[in-house]
């Protein structure tokens, strides 16, 4: 999925965005398909890549569509929308995933989902589009004009997307091992990890409509700063009142993700957006698919606890990195 957001956004410049959207859904389907029919490790292995290469036209190619669709400051909170709206589908479908397999066998829970990501696929081809639907719309007069000085602040916008993602990433893997040393069963840390989502769906439409108001650097600072002080003060608490904490730290984990999205047609100007939620989506999904591995190595060296404090003092550098972007945004 990472590896191929900057070629599906390429596509979408020479082809279109709704056609290489339904095109992507349409493969991801195919690769459940393929999962649900396997036959071997090796046959599952190649359907999770499909689904993967598929699945990468969703993040760069429908948040250009949003930005393009909304001016201003609507931009914003469209996009926190589009992104609350992708952890509402994160909640459902697993939750659909698991009543399914309770009925039948899993491959054929797996062909139902592959052939809803058809029937999605076909929605999207089908759906009335926005003549012009591709190109910059003639309200974007109404954003800030996208100059030098704001070209400059993507790269720092970029960096601090990576630490995010990285963080919450590192941060929802190791949550698990954290529980169960203070004494959580297994199906104690899936009502946990169910109520920092909860809250991270929230988070993700708040925090859009609080990027809005406060703007991105003060947002960042908010969101930010309270994502490391839940992480610290969950170390030293008991099990029951971290899990009370939960869902806050998710508002803030992941309400960040939101400022910055909506954040990247302020920087860029409207014929380059389509590239820079590519190198966007990729730098940020490459980092959490990396960060879990990283900080494991952190935690065999030096244990769980210790490893949780050095993510919280990972995530204290998007502060500084989110102060430098103030001269590109007043641009």
């Known amino acids: 999925m990472a590896g191929f957001q900057l070629p599906a956004g390429a596509l979408a410049n020479r082809f279109g965005g709704p056609l290489l959207l339904a095109l992507g859904t349409a493969l991801a389907g195919i690769g459940y398909l393929i999962a649900g029919t396997s036959s071997s490790f090796v046959l599952l292995a190649t359907a999770l890549v499909i689904g993967g290469i598929g699945s990468s036209t969703q993040h760069p190619i429908a948040a250009n569509l949003v930005a393009h669709a909304f001016a201003g400051l609507r931009s914003r909170t469209a996009l926190?929308?589009?992104n609350f709206s992708g952890d509402l589908g994160k909640?459902?479908?697993?939750?659909?995933?698991?009543?399914?397999?309770?009925?039948?066998?899993?491959r054929s829970a797996t062909v139902v989902l592959g052939t809803l990501g058809i029937f999605a696929a076909c929605a999207v081809l089908l759906a009335r589009m926005p003549q012009g639907a591709d190109d910059p719309?003639?309200?974007i007069s109404a954003d800030r004009p996208a100059g030098q000085s704001t070209e400059r602040g993507f790269p720092l916008l970029l960096s601090i997307g990576i630490i995010d993602s990285a963080t919450r990433m590192g941060?929802?893997?190791?949550?698990?091992?954290?529980?169960?040393?203070?004494?959580?069963?297994?199906?104690?840390?899936?009502?946990?990890?169910?109520?920092?989502?909860?809250?991270?769906?929230?988070?993700?439409?708040?925090?859009?409509?609080?990027?809005?108001?406060?703007?991105?650097?003060?947002?960042?600072?908010?969101?930010?700063?309270?994502?490391?002080?839940?992480i610290l003060a969950l170390l030293p608490l008991p099990l029951m009142a971290g899990l009370a904490v939960l869902p806050l730290i998710g508002v803030a984990l992941n309400g960040t993700s939101?400022?910055?999205?909506?954040?990247?047609?302020?920087?860029?100007?409207?014929?380059?957006?389509?590239?820079?939620?590519?190198?966007?989506?990729?730098?940020?999904?490459?980092?959490?698919?990396?960060?879990?591995a990283l900080y494991?190595?952190?935690?065999?060296?030096?244990?769980?606890?210790?490893?949780?404090?050095?993510?919280?003092?990972?995530?204290?550098?998007?502060?500084?990195?989110?102060?430098?972007?103030?001269?590109?945004?007043?641009?």
């Open 258 to 292: 939101s400022v910055l999205y909506g954040t990247v047609p302020e920087l860029v100007a409207p014929e380059r957006r389509q590239r820079a939620f590519s190198l966007f989506y990729t730098g940020a999904i490459g980092a959490g698919a990396l960060s879990p």
């Open 171 to 230: 941060f929802l893997t190791f949550l698990p091992f954290l529980l169960r040393m203070k004494g959580a069963n297994l199906p104690m840390v899936g009502v946990a990890l169910t109520m920092i989502f909860a809250g991270g769906a929230a988070g993700k439409l708040a925090c859009g409509f609080l990027g809005a108001r406060l703007g991105v650097v003060r947002a960042v600072f908010v969101t930010e700063g309270l994502t490391a002080a839940g």
């Open 91 to 106: 909640m459902a479908l697993p939750a659909a995933t698991a009543w399914m397999i309770a009925m039948m066998p899993w």
């Open 137 to 139: 719309p003639r309200s």
């Open 80 to 82: 926190a929308s589009y």
């Open 296 to 331: 494991g190595l952190a935690s065999d060296a030096a244990g769980v606890p210790m490893m949780m404090g050095l993510i919280a003092g990972v995530l204290l550098v998007t502060l500084p990195l989110a102060w430098a972007l103030r001269p590109a945004l007043r641009g």
